[in-house]
């Protein structure tokens, strides 16, 4: 489901964020302040040390992973920028029109040959 979204940019709303377990709560509108204010008074019954400690075991758990991520997403935003994509996207929406499939550093466009593209070669390459 993540790359979807992130290869997509689709939309997420509270509900479907909430079945796919990246939300814990969801409120009316207008309660989120009180719902919060409510989880941080749990929080807060639990004994602070142990809270502490427990939020510093998952942050280091992740911490060397969420590096090596942060440097692959800075990579491939400089990949973006520099590519035809990036310039016919933002014409585009200046323009007030769909995008036209210009397939930036490898010319790849829409249809079959984007398809073609996403897809590993040992996948295709007996076509």
Known sequence: MAKQLLITSAGLTAERAYQLGLVNVV????DAVDQALALAADICRSAPVAVRQTLAAIASQFSEADDRGWDATARAIEVVKASEDMSEGVTAFFERRPRNGVGGDRGRG?????FRALIPEALHSSQ
């Open 27 to 30: 409120t009316e509108p207008g």
């Open 110 to 114: 829409t249809g079959q040959a984007c």
